[in-house]
């Protein structure tokens, strides 16, 4: 029997699958480990833009840069080929991605959405680019289970986030990707 999160959250890596089948067929063509260093230099990306838009305290920048990341994740859960929904569980009953995400923010710190989202995307995003710099070093270790064991806890923390700062989440991601997709020329 699949989890209530796999049931909301498979049907999102399906979409991504599609988005990224459409609009980045570039970064698909890479080889895993190419393609999950880039997926990591996004996390940074976003950081870095949730950072600047604090001294602003800008939640609209915060917001997309959090479903951006989230989408990253569903990006990097598909390159991994792993369900992010049987992974991410609650013990409250959820129906939805904003139940989930309302549900996972109860668990954060909401003094200062800007620091403590950078903060856990910093944080957690350093290791995981640490296990793909491990590779390059070909240091010893089960680097594909360090990898599935950070990737729910980055795609937790965004979703938090998200929880609190985001009322339409999923019209939200399919907005983002009808953004994206509008740019090519098929």
């Known amino acids: 029997m699949k989890h209530m999160s796999e049931l909301i959250l498979l049907p999102l890596q399906k979409r991504q699958s599609i988005h990224d089948d459409l609009a980045h067929r570039d970064i698909l063509n890479l080889s895993h480990i190419d393609k999950l260093k880039h997926m990591t230099l996004h996390f940074f990306k976003y950081?870095?833009?949730?950072?600047?838009?604090?001294?602003?305290?800008?939640?609209?920048?915060?917001?997309?840069?959090?479903?951006?990341?989230?989408?990253?994740?569903?990006?990097?859960?598909?390159?991994?080929?792993m369900s992010l929904g049987k992974l991410i569980t609650t013990s409250k009953h959820v129906s939805s991605l904003l139940e989930l995400s309302a549900t996972l923010s109860e668990e954060i710190d909401k003094n200062d959405l800007f620091m403590s989202s950078v903060f856990g995307i910093s944080e957690t995003g350093g290791r995981f680019a640490k296990v793909l710099e491990s590779l390059d070093h070909l240091e010893l270790g089960n680097h594909r289970q360090q990898l599935e064991h950070l990737l729910p806890i980055l795609s937790v923390i965004v979703l938090a986030h998200l929880g609190c700062v985001s009322s339409?989440?999923?019209?939200?991601?399919?907005?983002?990707?009808?953004?994206?997709?509008?740019?090519?020329?098929?």
Request: charged content about 30%; glycine content about 2%.
């Open 47 to 81: 950081a870095g833009r949730i950072a600047s838009a604090r001294e602003r305290q800008d939640t609209e920048v915060l917001k997309r840069c959090l479903i951006d990341a989230f989408i990253i994740c569903l990006s990097t859960a598909n390159a991994l080929n």
């Open 168 to 186: 339409d989440l999923e019209s939200a991601i399919l907005s983002r990707y009808e953004e994206v997709e509008a740019k090519l020329i098929f």
